[in-house]
């Protein structure tokens, strides 16, 4: 069975300052991994992704994410965090043992709250 | 803007009754996905249809059901409904169903209160 964990409900981070936001996974296969980013009252927006290939991914509004896979890590980064950053971020994993069909499994969210 | 729509936005309604929710996926996707966002259970995933057929089924409820029409939009079906239902639903769609590297687009969600 495939899971993710998020380990941390919130990150606060001072505006300007590298942000990160935690995620571990398991799976008995190979990891596709993603990062969801949701605005108050408004649907997931993708981030990025990890298929294969290159550890460093990089993604939209200047966001990357390191895939560890001694750590079973997908942590997402950012240089340097803006206000606008705020706001709920989600984890995401597939098995690519789960078969012909695409069952995502979703983290909990983290919160990241950036200040001014 | 992901490019897939739901309707409706908002939807207030009592105890026992019935709703449908409706989504267009992205030109192009032939899977739609449904899921369930409420503060305690976190974003959980209903149900999964490609290219009109079920192909995964998460925890949906038996009051709830769905089904993916022939221009591919989909609609989720809630029943009888109870207080505990009231969540934001999310529809996602997806150029396959099961590609490597296949990415999940979500619309905007319909919010749910059950009165």
């Known amino acids: 069975a495939q899971s993710v964990a998020q380990p941390e409900d919130q990150v606060n981070v001072a505006e300007g300052n590298p942000l990160t936001v935690k995620c571990t996974y398991s799976?008995?296969?190979?990891?596709?991994l993603f990062w969801y980013v949701q605005y108050p009252n408004r649907g997931l927006q993708f981030l990025l992704k990890?298929?294969?290939?290159?550890?460093l991914v990089k993604g939209s509004y200047g966001f990357e994410a390191e895939f560890n896979k001694s750590q079973t890590s997908f942590h997402l980064k950012k240089p340097s965090a803006l206000v606008s950053d705020s706001a709920l971020y989600f984890c995401?994993?597939?098995?690519?043992?789960?078969?012909?069909?695409?069952?995502?499994?979703f983290g909990t969210g983290t919160k990241l709250q950036v200040i001014p | 803007d992901s490019g897939v729509t739901q309707t409706p936005k908002h939807l207030i309604t009592a105890t026992g009754q019935r709703v449908t929710l409706r989504c267009s996926p992205r030109?192009?996707?032939?899977?739609v996905y449904w899921y369930q966002q409420s503060l305690d259970q976190g974003l959980q995933f209903l149900i999964q249809?490609?290219?009109?057929?079920?192909?995964a089924k998460g925890n949906i409820l038996e009051r709830f059901s769905a089904q993916q029409f022939p221009d591919l939009h989909s609609e989720l079906n809630l029943s009888s409904l109870e207080l505990g239902d009231s969540a934001l639903y999310f529809c996602?769609?997806?150029?396959?169903?099961?590609?490597?590297?296949?990415?999940?687009?979500f619309g905007p969600g319909t919010r749910l209160t059950v009165l």
């Open positions: 030109s192009g996707d032939l899977s």
């Open positions: 990890y298929i294969t290939g290159d550890n």
């Open positions: 249809y490609y290219n009109g057929e079920e192909r």
């Open positions: 995401a994993v597939r098995d690519s043992n789960s078969g012909g069909y695409q069952k995502v499994t």
């Open positions: 996602a769609s997806s150029a396959s169903g099961g590609a490597v590297g296949d990415t999940q687009y």
């Open positions: 799976v008995s296969g190979n990891p596709y």
